[in-house]
Every structure is written in structure tokens, then in C-alpha cells.
């Protein structure tokens, strides 16, 4: 059984306790520490004050974020993919020369 570490976070103002692996314990404080920035941000640029709409303004940031990765990270797996293609190709051609 893993390690599990029971902390609260505070996000928008609001303590939410939750349960995680200790060793994601500092990524989930840096994403914390992350949406509360993000929250900030909007509620300076906007003069928003509803944390409703703070959190879900964020939530379409970070999400449109993870989708944009997900398209790079599978247009480099293509390309790489390509690559491995051709390089094959190539070293077939010389073992059909032999």
C-alpha cells in the first residue's frame, strides 16, 4: 500500500481536505498555489468577485492548456513516429542491397 498524506488546501478561499499520495504532495501544493494565482488574476483583470465564476473562468484556462499540450504532444508523437518510419525504410533499403 502506498503512502497516502490527508492535507487541506485552500483554493479560492474555500478549504478543501484531500487525500493524496505523498509523493504528489508537492505537485498538488504548486497547483493549488497555481489556480489561486489564476483566480487572482481574473478577479484584478475582470473586478470579478463571484469565486463561482473566478473558478470556472480558470477552469476553461487550464483546461484549453491541457488540450493544447495533448494536440503538441501528439503532433510530436507523429512526427517522431515519421521519423522512425523513414529511418526504417532506409535501413530495409540497405539490408535488400546486401
Known amino acids: 500500500m502506498k503512502d497516502?498524506?490527508?492535507?487541506?488546501?485552500?483554493?479560492a478561499g474555500r478549504i478543501y481536505p484531500v487525500t493524496i499520495e505523498r509523493t504528489e504532495e508537492e505537485n498538488v501544493r504548486k497547483a493549488?498555489?497555481?489556480i489561486n494565482e489564476k483566480v487572482s488574476e481574473?478577479?484584478?483583470?475582470?473586478g470579478q468577485k463571484d469565486r463561482q465564476d473566478l473558478l470556472a473562468m480558470s477552469s476553461l484556462?487550464?483546461?484549453s492548456q491541457?488540450?493544447?499540450l495533448q494536440n503538441v504532444s501528439?503532433?510530436?508523437?507523429k512526427a517522431i513516429l515519421e521519423r522512425?518510419?523513414?529511418i526504417d525504410k532506409a535501413i530495409s533499403a540497405e539490408l535488400v542491397k546486401e
Do not use: C, N, P, Q
Request: charged share 40%.
Open 32 to 34: 493549488v498555489k497555481t
Open 84 to 86: 522512425f518510419e523513414k
Open 74 to 77: 501528439h503532433r510530436e508523437d
Open 4 to 11: 497516502k498524506l490527508s492535507i487541506k488546501v485552500s483554493i
Open 42 to 46: 481574473y478577479e484584478k483583470t475582470f
Open 66 to 68: 491541457s488540450v493544447e
Open 61 to 63: 484556462f487550464f483546461a
